[in-house]
């Protein structure tokens, strides 16, 4: 199959594959064609009853015009607890029963490890589901393009749980870029203090897998290895391994790079350069630098935007927290140097404009906080587009990946074809683009 393009041949060739039920993912439809109609109710499930999957549950729960009807979770402790709070769920330990066996279904989250999202997000939408799936939108590149053109070609509402994306803060900084209030754009600067790595080896020891837990329906598409217990890879340290999650940048960068890449309406980046510590065998390191190259754009300043991203100790040089007059920087947000100023945002919180006597008096954009989950919801019953549907979350995922991959490759700049979806100079790089999947558990694009 080739990279980042699916011929009809191919195509064709999964539907066969998926008649002879060979490939996880039938074609089964939801019960509607299209959006539901305002006069009824959503009917929700959600993948993923634990962590942030328990914040999802609740907050589409929320909703008056939302039931939730099924819950996934291979933790069965994790789902059981929400029978009492939804009289009638219906709870599954495997997800692939709950899309065989749910046919009402109209929308569907996923807010699992990184790994699962898009094997389930595609075989929901192969159903005809509207789907909600946790940042990063895939835990690969070759992912996210797939799954951005599946929802294109079928027409369904999708949203990236990038919830801080819809809040005030993030939306004036959005404007503040687009009306150019800091002249064109310099240079950026990114970073989270969160630190989603693990020198460590990987432990020599294989411990009892505790009652209730699927650990091969954990693994998903993942190679199979021995269960670790003692929290090293659930509920959430999975984040530091290089199978399952995106390490601290992957956590944090789809958050951060949010409102820089909207506000400066960046595309691809045309290079890619870590000059941080690489992984090891088993784990995302700590400490980490990325340098990307981008297009320029009409708000940014000359043919190229240089953007640093920073996690862990790393942080902007010297000379670029001068800029901000002696205020401390906060744990995680962003620099954008203009050429009339200053923007400092904070994850989260609301911009500030340097120098400041050059800003004072001036009228900020006005911008009002909306509900990610209520924007999603409301394009499902056939309201206005969602604001981080796959054409927007698919593009910036692959951005925020690029950075994972690059870490691999320390102290080497790798040249980006966003087209052919491929590196042109470092060919050994490409295979970090897409994985195979374990046997057993292909899905169908994928």
């Not at 990114?190 to 897998?209: I, T």
């Not at 091969?216 to 190679?223: I, T």
């Not at 054409?391 to 910036?396: E, K, R, S, T």
Request: proline share 7%.
């Amino acid at each position: 199959m080739s990279r980042g393009r699916v011929t009809r041949r191919e195509f064709l060739g999964w539907l066969v594959a998926g008649a002879a039920g060979g490939l996880t993912g039938g074609c089964v439809a939801g019960r509607r064609a299209g959006r539901v109609p305002p006069s009824e109710t959503i009917l929700h499930a959600c993948v993923g009853a634990g962590g942030m999957g328990a914040s999802d549950l609740e907050s589409f729960a929320h909703h008056d015009f939302v039931r939730i009807v099924a819950i996934a979770d291979v933790d069965l402790a994790r789902a059981e607890v929400w029978r009492r709070k939804f009289p009638g769920v219906r709870i599954y330990q495997d997800w692939r029963r709950l899309l065989d066996r749910e046919r009402d279904l109209d929308s569907l989250n996923v807010s699992t490890p990184d790994h699962m999202h898009a094997p389930i997000a595609m075989s929901a939408m192969q159903r005809g589901l509207h789907v909600y799936v946790q940042k990063p939108l895939t835990h690969d590149l070759y992912e996210s393009r797939q799954l951005t053109r599946e929802a294109r070609r079928r027409g369904l509402v999708t949203q990236m749980g990038i919830q801080i994306h819809s809040l005030a803060e993030y939306r004036q900084a959005v404007q503040i870029l687009r009306q150019g209030l800091i002249g064109k754009v310099r240079e950026v600067h990114l970073w989270s203090d969160k630190a989603w790595g693990d020198p460590e080896p990987l432990p020599v020891r294989r411990d009892p897998v505790p009652e209730g837990f699927d650990w091969d329906g954990w693994l998903g598409v993942a190679a199979w290895r021995p269960f670790i217990g003692g929290g090293y890879y659930h509920p959430a340290n999975w984040r530091r391994r290089l199978d399952f999650g995106t390490g601290t940048l992957g956590d944090m960068g789809c958050h951060i790079f949010d409102p820089v890449f909207l506000g400066l309406a960046l595309t691809a980046p045309r290079s890619v350069r870590s000059e941080g510590p690489p992984p090891n065998a088993w784990n995302w390191a700590n400490d980490g630098k990325v340098v990307y190259e981008f297009p320029g754009t009409a708000h940014t300043a000359g043919p190229t935007l240089r953007l640093t991203w920073y996690d862990g100790r790393q942080r902007p040089p010297r000379d670029v927290l001068a800029l901000l007059e002696e205020d401390a920087p906060p744990a995680q947000g962003s620099i954008c140097v203009g050429t009339e100023g200053v923007m400092l945002l904070p994850h989260i919180g609301r911009a500030r404009l340097y120098p400041r006597k050059r800003f004072e008096g001036v009228r900020l954009p006005e911008a009002e906080s909306a509900n990610h989950y209520t924007l999603f919801l409301e394009a499902v019953r056939g309201g206005r587009a969602t604001t981080a549907g796959f054409d927007y979350a698919g593009p910036l995922t692959e951005t925020v990946l690029l950075g994972c991959v690059a870490s691999r490759f320390p102290q080497t700049t790798l040249e980006w074809d966003a087209g052919r979806l491929r590196f042109r100079n470092v060919t050994e790089a490409n295979r970090f683009l897409r994985r195979a999947y374990r046997a057993g558990w292909e899905v169908w694009g994928l």
